[in-house]
Structure formats: C-alpha cells, structure tokens
C-alpha cells in the first residue's frame, strides 16, 4: 500500500501495489510514525542522491492504525478505492478520453501487469496496451532496452499510474521513463511528454534539495494553458524542492483525507510531511 500524494493532488489514502520484482538500486529510509494519519507507519521507497538528482516521493505503509501492509495483488481492507476518490473530490459520473503523461526515473518492467492486476482488483474497466496504456522511454520511442530497473522507482511508477486510474477511469495514460534520476534525464522525459499529442497534464511525483543550477531547466517545466505540469512539493515537511519551486509548474502538497461511508470528503488538512517555503534560488512570483 502506499501513500497517495504528490502531483495527483490527493491525500492519505492507501492503495494497493501489485508485487513485482526489479533490482534493488537503493535503500529504503527509516519506517516513521505519522499522527496527522492516524499512527500509520510508513517508509519512502527512495533515497536521496546527490546534487543535480531527484529521489520519488512514494511512501508504502508498514503499519499501525488497523492497516495490515500490502502482501500481494489482493486490494486491502482500510484503503481509499477508486469510488471514495472519485466521490470525494466530485469526479463520480465524470468521463474523459484525455491523456494523462506521468514522468519518472528508471523501468519498471512489471507495470502493465501490476496495473492490469489494480484495475482489475478495483472493479475498473482493463486499460489496453497500445491504446489507454503506452510507456515510452525519454525519447518518445517504445525501446526500454537502455532503462534500468529500480525497485523504489518502480513503486512510484505504480502509484502514479493507479491514481490516474483510479480518479479517471477513461483516461489515457502515458507513462515516459527516464534513464535516470539526473535532471537532465527526466527533463528530457518532460519536453517528450509535454509534446505528445492530447497530453493535458504531465505529473511529476518526484524531487530533490535546491541547487545553483536548478533554473536552467524552469523552461522544460512549463507548460502552455492549457496544458498543466504537476510536481509534488515533497514529504519531508517544511522545505523546498525542486522542480516544485519551478515558476511554471503546479506544486502540489499531500493532505490527510477523511472519506464517509457515503464517499463524500468529510474533512481534509495539509500532511504534516508536505514540502513547503520560500525558495532560495528562484525568484519570488508577482
């Protein structure tokens, strides 16, 4: 299961991760309490690197608060589904043919299975390769052969995916991997997303420490209306990262969402862990 945020906009919900199996290339952090989520414990799949790199910003639960950690493709008990979603946010009875580009680093080569095995487990319509479904490499072309795999990354690639689906079940997505966590990487996946035909929204569910440099890519970030780029601000609480702190981009931070058994949002608040501040690079906006 894994914590809802970033460049979907969406809050504390849980979802299911389908199992794969990727070489390991990282680390995962420490398991950390969060009270504003009702004590689950939870642990970011990715690390930070060095200067001029973006880590994902998916979290997976461990634990706590009744939630029993995802073991399979079974979707859990305790975890926000597509209909309290979609509630909470007005989108039931909503439909839409556009597409929707997701960028992140690295392959994971599981992917059309573990979102096959989410939409099923979700009662959503299968989203056909080819057509609903593409994955691209930052080129544009269909060839992964030079994109490594990556087991924290391609957790993140499954979270991003799902929650397209699961807000926006007629959705197209492409989904563009980066040969790396390097900006240089992923802003190539931009500009390709950004270019393909029909893409109204490219997000961007990752980030990294502010550096000198960081302006140099404010042009591959923005995007033309009404075309959008979502970031997610972070989860390391108050703090900037970039490419949130672009200009031309939406920086999107998590809340804690409360869902009733009518599937309407009875309440939601900032998450403690979500990225804030004032740049320190980039110039303050009129």
């Not at 031309?248 to 309440?267: E, F, H, K, P, Q």
Request: a negative charge; proline letters at 5%; one cysteine or more.
């Amino acid at each position: 299961m894994s914590r809802i945020r970033g460049g979907l906009g969406v809050g504390v919900a849980l979802v299911t991760l389908a199992a794969f199996s990727v070489p390991a290339l990282a680390s995962a952090t420490p398991t950390l309490p969060d009270a504003a989520a009702g004590g689950v414990s939870h642990r970011a799949v990715c690390t930070p690197g060095p200067s001029g790199t973006a880590r994902c910003h998916a979290h997976v639960v461990t634990g706590g608060a009744g939630v029993t950690p995802c073991a399979s493709s079974t979707y859990p008990s305790g975890a926000y589904g597509t209909a309290q979603l979609r509630g909470a946010y007005g989108l039931t009875g909503a439909s839409s043919t556009a597409t929707v580009a997701i960028v992140d680093a690295f392959q994971n080569p599981n992917v059309v299975s573990d979102l096959a095995a989410y939409r099923s487990s979700t009662g959503l319509p299968a989203c056909a390769v080819g057509t609903c479904f593409r994955v691209l490499n930052q080129s544009g072309g269909t060839s992964l052969s030079g994109v490594p795999g990556n087991t924290g990354w391609g957790q993140e690639i499954d979270l991003d995916v799902e929650m397209v689906s699961a807000v926006c079940p007629t959705c197209n997505i492409v989904l563009v991997e980066a040969n790396s966590n390097y900006y240089s990487d992923l802003a190539t996946a931009v500009s390709t997303a950004k270019g393909l035909s029909g893409v109204i929204a490219v997000s961007n569910s990752y980030g990294g420490g502010e550096w000198s440099g960081e302006t140099s890519y404010n042009s591959t970030y923005s995007a033309t209306s009404p075309q959008v780029v979502t970031v997610s601000s972070g989860d390391s609480g108050y703090g900037v990262e970039f490419p949130a702190a672009a200009p031309g981009v939406i920086a999107v931070g998590g809340t804690s969402l409360y869902v009733t058994s009518s599937n309407t949002r009875s309440s939601e608040s900032a998450w403690s862990g979500a990225g804030s501040g004032c740049s320190a690079v980039e110039p303050q906006q009129s």
